[in-house]
């Protein structure tokens, strides 16, 4: 009896194991995030210093750039803005973002790059 749940808690340590690395690849694979939702988020947590919005130019903090320009920067990358944001920062508070906010603010901040470059 104790051999067969012994076995059971194994199985589960490789199921638990293989949706692990499941996530990992599609986490990896492109935006997992919602763009929708991370404008939202955008607006509540960002826009007190950076110009959220598509091709709006001026932010609030001067010396942060908007979301816009960055979108364009050349070679902007959902992995780039996945790296600064995991970075600390002198300048810009350093956030704690759960995966999935992260995911979809970065989705957002993506998705201006693709109209704005139209
Ligand atoms: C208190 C002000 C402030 C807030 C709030 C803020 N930022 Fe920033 N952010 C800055 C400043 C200032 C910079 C420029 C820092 C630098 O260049 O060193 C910056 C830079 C950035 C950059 C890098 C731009 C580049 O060209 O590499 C990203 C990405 C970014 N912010 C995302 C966000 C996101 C996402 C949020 C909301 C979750 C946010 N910021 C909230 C002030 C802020």
């Known amino acids: 009896m104790t051999r067969k749940v012994f076995g059971g808690t194994k199985s589960y340590y490789l199921l638990a194991?293989?949706?692990a690395l499941l996530t990992l690849a599609e986490a990896h694979a492109?935006?997992?995030?919602?763009?929708?939702?991370g404008h939202t988020?955008?607006?509540d947590h960002c826009s007190e210093c950076h110009a959220v919005n598509e091709n709006e130019a001026l932010s609030p903090n001067a010396g942060a750039p908007s979301f816009t320009s960055i979108a364009n920067t050349s070679g902007m990358t959902g992995l780039a803005l996945s790296a600064w944001l995991d970075?600390?920062?002198?300048?810009?508070?350093?956030?704690i973002l759960?995966?999935?906010d992260r995911d979809d603010v970065i989705a957002y901040i993506i998705s201006l790059k693709r109209k704005a470059s139209q």
């Not at 492109?30 to 939702?37: I, S």
């Not at 970075?87 to 956030?95: D, G, I, L, R, S």
């Open 17 to 19: 194991m293989t949706v």
């Open 30 to 37: 492109a935006e997992p995030g919602n763009p929708n939702v």
């Open 41 to 43: 988020f955008a607006s």
């Open 87 to 95: 970075t600390a920062h002198p300048t810009m508070p350093n956030f």
């Open 98 to 100: 759960s995966k999935q």
